[in-house]
C-alpha cells in the first residue's frame, strides 16, 4: 500500500466490500511466486484508472473446471473496462459452446465469427460486434454454436486474430479479454496462446482449487507469469461458521494476487438469464461492484488485500452457567 493517499482518496481503512471481511492477508505458500504480491493503491471515487503496460493487453479469464463463473467474470470486466473509458474486444474462446454473447445481449447481432475471418469468408471487422450501450466493447466469437473449429488453425488460431487488431487501421483494442472454455484440451491451448496475462476464476470449494491450481502451472509453463484470481460465489455465513474456505486458505493454496472478491448474489441469475451485465443494474449490487472494482485493479495492474473476518460466536446454552 502506498504510503502516502491522493488527499481525496479513500482512507487506509476503507475495504470496498465490508460484508466480505474474511479475505486474509497471505500466509506462506509452496508456490514460488515470480514476482512478490504488492498492493499499490486504494480505490479512488474521484478519477478513472489509469491504463497501465503495453497495448493491447491480452488477457485470458480461465479456470479449469466449468461453472465458476467465467464468462459471467468476462462479460462483466469488459464492460466495466467500456464504462472507464477503455477499448476492449471480449473474445469468446469457446468453440461449439459460446455464451458470452448472451450475457452482453448480442447474440442476435453475430453474423460472422473468427473462424469465418480466418477462412477468408469475411473481414475480420465484420466478425466483431459492437455494443450499441458502450461503443469501446467488441465481441468476437471463434465458432458459430455446436460448430468446430477447424483443425487446420491449430493453437495459433487467436494469436493470428490478436496480431489482427494489433494492426487494424483503427489501432489496437487497450484490452483484448479471451473467455476460455473449461478443461485443458485444445481449447484451453488455443485460448491461452496469445495471452500475457491471466485471471484465474475459482470458487473457495476443494474441486475448483485443485483444477484451478493445476491450470495455474500450465500457465506458468506457457510463460505467462501475470495471473491473477478471482474468488467468485463467497458466502460470509458459512465462512464464519467453518463451512467454506475463506480467502486467505484460497491464496494460501493457490499462491495468486488477489484481483477480487465476488460474493454469492441473486442479480447473477437474474442479469445472466435477460443479456444484461449484473455492472449495469441499477440499484448497484454488491457482486457487480466488486466486478468494478476487479476491473480497475485489472486496469491498474493492481492487487487487492484481504481482511479477516471474526469467526461468529459459539451459542451458549443454559446449563453452560453451570459449565455445560
Not at 88 to 111: H, I, K, P, Q, T
Not at 236 to 264: K, W
Amino acid at each position: 500500500m502506498a504510503s502516502s493517499l491522493h488527499p481525496h482518496s479513500l482512507p487506509a481503512s476503507f475495504h470496498p466490500l465490508p460484508h466480505l471481511s474474511r479475505s486474509l492477508i497471505p500466509r506462506h505458500s509452496n508456490r514460488k511466486r515470480s514476482t512478490p504480491i504488492v498492493v499499490r493503491s486504494v480505490l479512488q471515487w474521484n478519477r478513472k484508472p489509469e491504463l497501465s503496460g503495453e497495448t493491447p493487453r491480452v488477457v485470458v479469464v480461465t479456470s479449469g473446471k466449468g461453472g465458476v463463473g467465467k464468462t459471467t467474470t468476462t462479460a462483466n470486466i469488459g464492460v466495466s473496462l467500456a464504462r472507464y473509458g477503455f477499448s476492449v474486444v471480449a473474445v469468446d474462446a469457446d468453440a461449439g459452446l459460446r455464451n458470452l454473447d448472451l450475457l452482453l445481449g448480442l447474440e442476435s447481432r453475430v453474423v460472422y465469427t473468427a473462424a469465418e475471418a480466418l477462412n477468408g469468408d469475411c473481414r475480420l471487422d465484420q466478425a466483431l460486434v459492437r455494443d450499441r450501450r458502450w461503443p469501446s466493447l467488441e465481441l468476437l466469437c471463434i465458432s458459430r454454436p455446436r460448430s468446430k473449429l477447424s483443425l487446420a488453425f491449430g493453437p495459433k488460431a487467436l494469436t493470428w486474430v490478436v496480431d489482427a487488431l494489433r494492426s487494424r487501421s483503427s489501432g489496437p483494442p487497450d484490452f483484448v479479454l479471451i473467455d476460455c472454455p473449461a478443461g485443458i484440451d485444445a481449447g484451453f491451448v488455443t485460448a491461452i496462446a496469445p495471452a500475457h496475462e491471466a485471471v484465474l476464476v475459482t470458487t473457495p470449494d476443494i474441486t475448483a482449487l485443485r483444477d484451478a491450481d493445476r491450470v495455474t502451472g500450465l500457465l506458468e509453463c506457457d510463460g505467462i507469469r501475470d495471473i491473477k484470481m478471482i474468488v467468485n460465489r463467497v458466502r460470509t455465513d458459512l465462512i464464519r461458521g467453518e463451512d467454506m474456505m475463506s480467502v486467505l486458505d484460497v491464496q494460501e493454496m493457490l499462491g495468486l494476487a488477489l484481483l477480487g472478491v465476488i460474493p454469492e448474489d441473486a442479480e447473477v441469475i437474474k442479469s445472466t438469464n435477460r443479456g444484461y451485465p449484473l455492472v449495469l443494474n441499477q440499484p448497484p449490487s454488491m457482486a457487480g461492484l466488486a466486478f468494478e472494482q476487479a476491473a480497475w485493479r485489472l486496469a491498474e495492474q493492481d492487487s487487492m488485500q484481504a481482511v479477516m473476518v471474526e469467526e461468529a460466536p459459539k451459542k451458549r446454552g443454559f446449563f453452560s452457567f453451570f459449565g455445560g
